[in-house]
């Protein structure tokens, strides 16, 4: 229950789950951000181009490596945009559709994966508001969500793992619950998929009929359907690991790569997610975790279950979290640390945070001459400054130096930076926020200069 992503937007989370590494680590953030100078992060990761990711790591240690559902890691060469207005169903809209879906799948094994099946190459819909008009790689009526077939293609990675005297991982990041409406989504046509309409509907989980009977017969809200129809499909799963006989052998996690709320930001609604783990025989049912984890400790956990190590010259800044699992040996971590836009942080064993954030020099000057900007070095008049409202959530938002009581106030609206009665407790979070700032590539203010 203090699982944290060092990231807190989908493309650098999923980026430092694939890796063990921090965002700024990345190729394609040092691409928009050479080292050596400051890093603004965003959007821009992805595992393609990459050495020394997690499935690479596994497939090379033997391990038969799957991945379906929402990508957003990279592509080799382009996809073309069809029509918006398209069916999909015309014969050179098909064909598009057809040719860009296998750039996609090519892309998706070029990094690791033994087989890609049911892929989304980015989210299904499009930006609202001023960016709606960007062009989109579906046409409008196939920007739905279908995790039927997503289900199906992780079902047939396993039908294939059941077949190899080999071990396996499978990658499995859903569409759902992203938007668009996954309510919407449940009312269309079965057949759409990324790849164009399928010949047949998939039928490998509860219909969804029975998503909304189940809906309705409990008096829920119709927004939760969007979270049964995923939970349908992780069921799915269970029961077909179930079948092959392998679920005392299987390590399962959900987990999320951001908060819709504090999206963009280190405050814990973005960036403190659930983190559910499932191993039979190993975690005991009901059991909770109260140790500072994070995504980055993905890849060597598995590294080490695995048997495996990363290449010399690999590397990977989380931590294993098998003593956790197993109960066996030591885990000891005394802070985690987060990072996004130009805000970075420190979270404590003891429940504390601390916030810096800390422009380049051309946006601190109009910072200081009283012109406010968002983390992403936007001024709050530009109508696309990114903040996700988090100025109007959070009172410390535009305080360079934040501090907060986790234990006291969750909701971290008491900044206690300029509190003398926790100065210690700051020039301590500072201390580490430093430490950690002088191994990674850019500058950061005063901690890395």
């Known amino acids: 229950d203090r699982f944290y992503i060092s990231s807190a937007v989908c493309s650098p989370s999923r980026y430092s ?9 990345g190729l394609k953030q040092q691409r928009k951000c050479p080292p050596g100078g400051t890093i603004n992060i965003g ?10 990711t997690l499935p690479q790591i596994l497939q090379s240690g033997g391990y038969f490596t799957g991945a379906v559902g929402k990508w957003m890691q990279g592509l080799g060469g382009k996809v073309k945009n069809p029509p918006a207005e398209a069916t999909g169903r015309e014969p050179e809209v098909a064909a598009l559709l057809k040719s860009n879906y296998g750039k996609v799948l090519k892309s998706v094994r070029n990094c690791g994966f033994d087989f890609a099946a049911s892929i989304y190459l980015q989210n299904t819909g499009v930006p609202k508001g001023k960016r709606s008009t960007k062009k989109s790689w579906l046409p409008k009526v196939l920007r739905q969500h279908n995790q039927d077939w997503v289900t199906a293609g992780a079902l047939e990675f396993l039908n294939q793992a059941s077949q190899r005297e080999q071990p396996f991982f499978l990658y499995m990041p859903t569409s759902l619950t992203h938007g668009p409406s996954p309510l919407a989504s449940l009312r269309a046509d079965p057949k759409i998929a990324a790849s164009g309409y399928l010949d047949k509907a998939p039928n490998v989980q509860p219909s969804r009929k029975d998503v909304m009977d189940r809906i309705n017969q409990a008096g829920l809200p119709h927004r939760m359907a969007g979270v049964t129809w995923l939970d349908d499909g992780v069921g799915a799963v269970f029961k077909k690991l179930k079948e092959m006989g392998v679920t ?23 960036a403190r997610m659930p983190c559910i783990m499932s191993w039979p025989g190993v975690i005991g049912p009901g059991s909770v975790c109260r140790e500072l984890t994070s995504n980055i400790d993905f890849a060597p956990t598995f590294y080490e279950l695995a048997g495996i190590k990363a290449p010399t010259g690999v590397v990977v800044d989380g931590t294993s979290l098998v003593p956790l699992l197993t109960g066996e040996g030591t885990y000891t971590r005394s802070h985690l640390f987060l990072e996004i836009t130009y805000e970075r942080a420190i979270v404590n064993g003891g429940n504390f945070k601390y916030i810096a954030t800390r422009y380049p020099e051309k946006i601190q000057r109009l910072v200081d001459a009283g012109q406010k900007h968002s983390h992403w070095g936007l001024p709050m008049d530009d109508k696309v400054h990114h903040t996700y409202n988090a100025e ?9 130096d934040q ?16 509190d003398p009665a926790h100065a210690d407790m700051l020039k301590k979070l500072q201390a580490q926020l430093a430490t950690v700032s ?9 901690f890395r200069k």
């Open 392 to 400: 109007k959530q959070y009172p410390g938002y535009f305080d360079g």
């Open 17 to 25: 789950a694939l890796t063990g590494r921090y965002a700024c680590r």
């Open 438 to 446: 002088q191994r990674l590539p850019h500058r950061f203010g005063e």
């Open 43 to 52: 959007w821009e990761a992805g595992i393609y181009g990459e050495d020394g």
């Open 403 to 418: 501090l907060y009581d986790l234990t006291k106030d969750p909701g971290e609206q008491h900044n206690l930076a300029r």
């Open 248 to 270: 005392n052998n299987t390590l399962v996690i959900l987990a999320s790569d951001n908060g819709k709320r504090g999206k963009f930001t280190c405050y814990d609604s973005g």
